[in-house]
Each structure stands twice: as C-alpha cells, then as structure tokens.
C-alpha cells in the first residue's frame, strides 16, 4: 500500500533540503532568507497587480515569490522556520488568489503559465505547508488546475513538466492512478527519438520541433526528472529504463559544460534572459545530477560533478542540492574525474564540441534540420547569426563574459560569414542541406552549406580539429548584394590589460598578416597559412539587455572587445579565406606557427576543402562527382576524418 506521507517527504527533501550542516548549506539558508524578505515586502503589491490585471505571468511571478517564503518556513534553519506570522501570510496570500486562479477562470495570455508554470507552484507549496493545509481549499486548487490541463498532451521538456503537475497533484490528493498516469507521460520522455522533441541517439536535444536545446528546454526536463526518480524510488511507482538517463548525463549535458557554465549554442533563446544565464542553467543540471546519486545507479556520477562544481554552482543552486555538493566536497574518497580531450559532432542538431587540453570550443550551424536561432515572447529578437558558424572558445582563465550578449556587435559573430547588417527570419529551418561533421578522438571536421534565406549570400565553410588548434576554411562566398560581406575571425570579450600583437605590416585599409596573438589572460594565437589582409578593431562598447531581449534589468554595461575580420566586398564574388586559431599558446609558438605544426591545408575549392595534421586528414567533398585528396576518392558530397 501506498504511504502518501512518505512521498511527501521526499519531495519535501527536494524542495527545502534534510537539514545538513555545513557552511556553505548555511550560506544558502542565508541567501533563501534574504530573498524570503523581499517577497515579504513585495507580497501585498504582488498580489494587488495579480487580482487587479488576472495576467498569467504576474499570477506565476506572485506564486513563485509565495514558494520561495514557503520554503524559508520549511527549512529547520532559517530564521522563519515554523513562524505563526509567515503561515498566515502565505494562507492569506493563498485565498486571495482564488480569485484569479479558479476552474471557472477563463484563461488569457500565454497558455504556459496557466497549465505549467503555475500549476508547479502551487503543487510545491501544498508540498511543503501540507500539515497546515485546509484540505478543502487544497482540493479547490487542485480543481483549478485539471481545469486548465486535465490530460498529458505536449513533448520534450513540456510533456516532463505536465506529468510532474499530475504527479504530485497525485502525492497531495493521495491518487494513485494520477501518479500512475504521471509515471507513463515521465516514460514517454525517456527514450531516444529519431524525430521531433527529445533526445537523440547522438546526443542533441530538440525542442520546439527545430531547436537545439540540451542546456535550455532540456536542463528543465532533467531538473524536473531527477526529483521524481528520487520521489519514486522503491516504490511501486518506481521510473525504469534509467540506463538512458546515464546516456543522457554522458552524451547531451557534459559535453556542454565548462568551468561551471553551459554552452549558449544550445540554451536558444535563454541566452537572452538577464535572470537565467549560463552559470544558473549549469548550476541547475549539476543540482539535477546531484539528486540523480541519491539512486545506487547513478553512484558513478559522484567523481564527474565533484570535478565541475565552482563557486558560482553554490549561488544557484537549491538548499538539497548544496547539502548533497557539500557533502560529495568532503569525502576524500571521491576523486575528482580527469576529462580528457574528445570531440563530438551532434548532427541531428547542427552543432559540435571540442574539449582540448585548457580550452573548449562550441561550433554552433544550422541547415534544413536546424532553424538559425529562435525567438518568441520578445526574447532573442536580434540573435540572426547566432548558428551561421558561430565559433565559441572558452578558457578557465580569461574573465568570466557575463555582459557579451549585452554589448556585443551581433553582427559580427567569432566564426560566422555574413552580410554587415542583415537579418534573418527566426524560428524556420535553413536551407542548407550539407551541414555537419565527424571525427576521431579529439579530432573532428565539420562543413556547413551557407545559404541565406534573406538574402542572396552563400559560402561553403569548414572546420579542422587538431589536438592544439582548429582550422578554418570557406570558399564560393558569393552575394549580389551591396551590403559588404565580412568573415569575422574574432570578436573576444578582454581584459583591459590584454596586449595585442600583430605579426605583419600595417595596409591601407587592415593589416597584411601572418600571424597575431592575444596575451594577458587569454593566450590565444591565430595564424595565416597565406598572408592575408585582416581588419582589426579595439573597442569598448556599452550595451544593455535590450540589445537582445525586451525583458532587461535596467543595468548598463560596458566591456571592451578585440574584433577581426576579412572584407570579401561588396557583391562578393568567389570569396574564400584560410586561418586558424590556437586556443591556448605562447607568442613565441606563433612566429612560424604552419611549419612547426605539422598543418597543411592540401586544398580548399568549391569542390574539396583539404587539411592535414601528422597523418590526421580532413576531407570535405562538395560535390556528387569523383574528386581526390588526401588520399581519399568520393563520388559523393560527404566529411571524412
């Protein structure tokens, strides 16, 4: 028989922690306590703005504020724990706002706050003030939400969070077939797809039909799966197939994690929020990972996050899944897991990660499975050429870019072949059908077929992973358009310190080099197999969040950037260019960097793109027609390694 109490519990544990102590726990209790009085102070007009507008998103804003209260009441340690007044308030807060949130309300705006966003809040609170609960209202409440959603009908991320609501409805009403109902909706995500929303055999995740989301949609869906497998564990309600869950944490998460931040190129349009940036949606997964080692299965994972927590982990992370990092912090017997090089191509979503020796880098594309970015509800408005080769290098010693998507020129992305100041149109899938990659090791090329849909640009572009550097090659960049077609080599977020070095002589309009190298705290070289003519610019630019989103926090920034780019002209015509960039080396590895490297771009046409590395080859054939190189014959375009 079912022992309701029990799940109760458990969830309890999730929401407000079990009560270790430790410092940092206590930091947190702190920080929840400090945030528990402002939603004091802000409760009364909260709950005025919802009555009076009946909007969803202020509904939620004031629900979430009532939870985080909720959870300072709950916590052993904090200074509102089982405080009369605080109950009061939150039951007060409650029957006001059953004014707007009923199941005779008659929903308006955004339909995710009605059946998911709010729903999660209100189901965590009676969680957590069930003994305190009139079970009357609670029954009301639950009413109001069948209203809204009396069935599991979505995908991905949003099927996860609907069957989570039926779930603990289930727990709070001691139902077992909504739990039941719940457990099959949880099953129907854990599976690998060859199609739509969900995980992929090569590790993308998909959401909203053409998005590359592992880090977004799908650091919710796991944030909200590792609770329920914890709720649910050796009961009759237990969730199986969980080997796919450990294929997941290998394949779709860690691969995106570096230096306790996740990878913008698959957060899509969260990147664009102020309040959720990469540090939270990496503290988020770690805290979701954490919970997983509560299950004997997932015991493994232990060395794997003791090696990526960071400062920044314990600033996001919730009460339970500070007790349980603190803990895996203190036990010597865990070691920390040594990440070696690897790279990985995810072609079902148009992207690919090379983890080097002190640097990571991020290739973010786009074709006719991907669309070039997206943007709905006013976020991510001017992210055009976020996947048109988008190059992200990330190094634990340079300055943590908390302010790049506030100032940066948009348009001139690291990597990327554009038009100066075009657009493209969100949320639809390119045309490009050759895009993608694979490789060897911690070797890999990837090619991407550029057609605009926007305008009359193309270009074929590859990349070259070696051990030390990647190269990168593009040739048939062609427009008819008066705009100037620019290749950006790099446009890198520095310290004002930084020094700045150019191997070469300075020309009218650039600078014809060789090679050039970045010092300071960043250590990154770039190098011209021919000598090529290059703009350089050093800026500091201001900006806000308005630069992407409508939603800002009212702050302006300011960061300086080093950018440079080839001008292919105006109505390009046969455009090409050869360069390559070392993530981490010494000026002294530059001069003379194509002999000493071993690096030999054998060819780069309209029909093969050609590099070799110490009998390493990467071969990009563009064409269905027999061509040569490297070694290799193919009748057909395709990616060798």
Known sequence: MTDFNILRKRYSDVLCGRGYNGKKTADCILQSDERTEQRLVQLGGRIEKAITSNEPGVINATLKGILDISISFSQNNSQFYHNKNIKNEIFNALNTLEKVYNDTTVPKGNWWYWEIGIPLSINSIFTLMYDYTDKSQLKRYMA????????????????????????????????????????????????ITDSGDGFYKDGSFIQHDNIPYNCGYGRSLIQELAPMLY???DTEFEIKNTDIINTWVEKSYLPFIYNGRTMDMVRGREISRYYEQSDFACSRILSAMLILTELSEFDILRSVIKTHLT??????ASLFAVELAEGLQEDDNIEPKEIKPYFMAFNSMDRAVKHGNGYTIGLAMHSERTAAFESINDENHNAYHTSDGMLYTYKKNEPQSDFFW?????????GTTVLR???????????????????IGENGVCAMELISDENSLTANKAWFFFDKEVVCLGNGINSTDENETETIIENRLVTDNSRFTVHGSEESEGYLIKGAYLDGSHDVGYYFPEEQEVNILREIRTGDWNNMSIKTDGKSYKGMYLTMWIKHGKKA????????VIPKCNEEEIKDYYRKSGIRVIENSDSIQCVKKNGITGIVFLKDKTHSAGGVSCDKRCVVM
């Open 406 to 414: 506030q100032t940066i020129d948009l348009q001139r992305l690291p």
């Open 421 to 439: 100041g075009s657009a493209v149109k969100p949320n639809i899938n390119a045309s490009g059908d050759f895009t993608g990659g694979c490789g």
């Open 231 to 233: 709720t649910f564990k």
């Open 311 to 316: 400062d920044s982990f314990f600033e996001y």
């Open 144 to 191: 109001a939400e069948k209203h809204f959603n009396d069935r599991i009908k979505l995908t991905g991320a949003n099927r996860l969070w609907e069957s989570v609501i039926f779930a603990v409805r289930g727990i709070l009403l001691s139902d077992s077939d909504s739990i039941k109902y719940a457990i099959s909706g949880i099953q129907d995500v854990v599976v």
């Open 573 to 580: 015509k046969d455009g090409s260019y050869e360069y390559i």
